[in-house]
C-alpha cells in the first residue's frame, strides 16, 4: 500500500511560482516512476508531468513545457513539481500518482495509486 500527499498548492498571480511536494509512504517509492496530473473545474484529468525511478527521464504536457519541472528525492521519498511563469489555465487541482511501471509514463491506466490533490489557482 502505497499513501500520498500533496502540499504547496494555493493562490498566486500571474507569472508566479509555486512548489508542489508530494511525500509517499511505502518501501517501493525508488522503484516505480511518478507522476503529476490535474484537473480544471468542469474538465477531465489531464496529464501534467512524469518522471522515472531514477529521475534520469521527465516527460511533460505541451502546455507546460518550458514552465513546469518534475524532479525526485527518493532518499526522502517525495516528488517535487516546481511551476513557474504561472497562468489563469494552470488553476486546477493537483494530483501526484505513483506508477506501476519504473519508466515515465504519460498514460493515466498505468498509475494505481493517487494523492488527494492540492488546489492551485492563479488569479488574472
Known amino acids: 500500500q502505497v499513501q500520498l500527499v500533496e502540499s504547496g498548492g494555493g493562490l498566486v498571480q500571474t507569472g508566479g511560482s509555486l512548489r508542489l511536494s508530494c511525500a509517499a509512504s511505502?518501501?517501493?517509492?525508488?522503484?516505480?516512476?511518478m507522476g503529476w496530473f490535474r484537473q480544471a473545474p468542469g474538465k477531465e484529468r489531464e496529464f501534467v508531468a512524469s518522471?522515472?525511478?531514477?529521475?534520469?527521464?521527465?516527460h511533460y504536457a505541451d502546455s507546460v513545457k518550458g514552465r513546469f519541472t518534475i524532479s525526485r528525492d527518493n532518499a526522502k521519498n517525495t516528488v517535487y513539481l516546481q511551476m513557474n511563469s504561472l497562468k489563469p489555465e494552470d488553476t486546477a487541482v493537483y494530483y501526484c500518482?505513483?506508477?506501476?511501471?519504473?519508466?515515465?509514463?504519460?498514460?493515466?491506466?498505468?498509475?494505481?495509486?493517487w494523492g488527494q490533490g492540492t488546489q492551485v489557482t492563479v488569479s488574472s
Open positions: 518522471i522515472s525511478r531514477s529521475g534520469s527521464t521527465t
Open positions: 500518482a505513483s506508477a506501476t511501471v519504473s519508466s515515465a509514463t504519460v498514460q493515466a491506466m498505468r498509475y494505481n495509486y
Open positions: 511505502g518501501r517501493t517509492f525508488s522503484s516505480t516512476a
